[in-house]
């Protein structure tokens, strides 16, 4: 993995960590899937715009087909999940499952694309993992998760987010990155528009400007950018190495809750985060290369 790239996915995953607390806000005026909606909904529409000028070839054929299905898994289905899942519960906790997240998706990169997964990057998510449960106070007489329900209901989204990678690096060699966003985007698009449509742009009158302000950052940045970077650095690198970066998240999403939601901390946070750091830097030692 190039230094750059490395370090634009560690900035891009805290924008990424900051999606709970935003959507967290952002449920006082939408449902999930009106969230949903109009997140996806401006993000296309940025990119139906800028179309001409995105490079590459546009997908074709049976690419297009599965552009279109990985925007239904990952924009449709895998985002309502996510952010029902983070309504019903905390904004911190729902962070800290995002650990879950990278375990899954190099899994999947271990069996569907045969990726070798090295004993460093083994040892990095061992150790990250014990930065998680430190992160959550697992040792505590008041250890808690978010609960069954929206535990499960969130860490399913993970299982639609893991095709974003595993369906769409082997498109990325016949077309452009953007575009396959693009097409991704505007297919979740149209389906989500059938779903709930009509009451999302109703309530989307009543919107504040600050709930506006979150869906533009949530659209373009964690969206056009952060899902179009993420294709980029996985065209060149493996994605169980780029998956390591999203340990990122838990340490960023908990300090985003309890500054912005008022959740509160305690010391296991600081050492949790120190083990992330010291599992995500053993796990992509030897990965990075001079551009």
Same mark, same amino acid.
């Given at each position: 993995?190039?230094? =750059?790239h490395l370090?634009?996915?560690?900035?891009?995953?805290?924008?990424?960590?900051?999606t709970?607390s935003?959507n967290?806000?952002?449920?006082?005026?939408?449902?999930?899937?009106?969230?949903?909606?109009l997140?996806?909904? *401006?993000?296309?529409?940025c990119?139906? *715009?800028?179309?001409?000028w995105l490079p590459g070839r546009?997908?074709r054929?049976?690419?297009?087909?599965?552009?279109?299905?990985?925007?239904?898994?990952?924009?449709?289905?895998?985002?309502?999940?996510?952010?029902?899942g983070?309504?019903?519960?905390k904004?911190?906790?729902s962070?800290?499952l995002?650990a879950l997240?990278?375990?899954?998706t190099?899994?999947?990169a =271990?069996?569907f694309l045969r990726?070798?997964?090295?004993?460093?990057?083994?040892i990095g998510f061992?150790?990250?993992?014990?930065g998680?449960?430190l992160l959550n106070?697992?040792?505590r007489a008041?250890?808690h998760?978010t609960?069954?329900?929206?535990s499960l209901?969130?860490?399913?989204s993970f299982?639609?987010?893991?095709?974003?990678?595993?369906?769409?690096?082997p498109l990325?060699?016949?077309?452009?990155?953007a575009?396959?966003?693009? *097409?991704?985007l505007?297919? =979740?698009?149209? *389906?989500n528009l059938?779903?709930?449509?009509?009451k999302t742009l109703?309530?989307?009158?009543?919107?504040?400007?600050?709930s506006w302000l979150?869906l533009?950052?949530?659209a373009?940045?964690?969206?056009?950018?952060?899902?179009?970077?993420?294709?980029?650095v996985?065209k060149e690198?493996?994605?169980?190495v780029?998956?390591?970066?999203?340990?990122v998240?838990?340490?960023a999403?908990?300090?985003?809750?309890a500054?912005?939601?008022?959740?509160?901390?305690h010391?296991g946070q600081?050492w949790?985060s120190l =083990?992330?750091?010291?599992?995500l830097?053993y796990?992509l030692s030897?990965q990075?290369?001079?551009e």
């Open positions: 993995m190039k230094i =750059a370090v634009a996915l560690l900035v891009l995953n805290v924008c990424w960590a900051a709970m935003a967290k806000a952002l449920g006082a005026y939408l449902h999930p899937g009106g969230i949903t909606t997140r996806f909904g *401006v993000a296309a529409l990119l139906l *715009v800028l179309w001409p546009a997908p054929g049976r690419d297009f087909g599965m552009s279109v299905l990985i925007g239904l898994l990952v924009f449709v289905l895998g985002q309502r999940l996510q952010v029902w983070n309504e019903l519960g904004a911190g906790d962070a800290v995002m997240e990278p375990l899954l190099t899994l999947a =271990a069996l990726e070798h997964i090295g004993p460093r990057r083994v061992g150790v990250g993992l014990v998680v449960l106070g697992a040792w008041d250890f998760w609960g069954v329900v929206p209901i969130f860490v399913s299982l639609c987010e893991t095709a974003y990678s595993i369906l769409g690096k990325l060699e016949r077309a452009g990155v575009k396959v966003v693009a *097409v991704a505007l297919g =979740a698009t149209a *389906v059938l779903i709930d449509g009509s109703a309530a989307a009158q009543a919107l504040p400007l600050r979150l533009v950052y949530l373009l940045v964690c969206t056009v950018v952060g899902y179009s970077l993420w294709y980029v996985i690198a493996p994605v169980n780029v998956a390591l970066t999203i340990f998240q838990p340490v999403g908990v300090a985003m809750a500054a912005w939601l008022g959740e509160p901390l010391w600081l949790g =083990a992330i750091a010291a599992g830097a796990g030897r990075l290369k001079r």
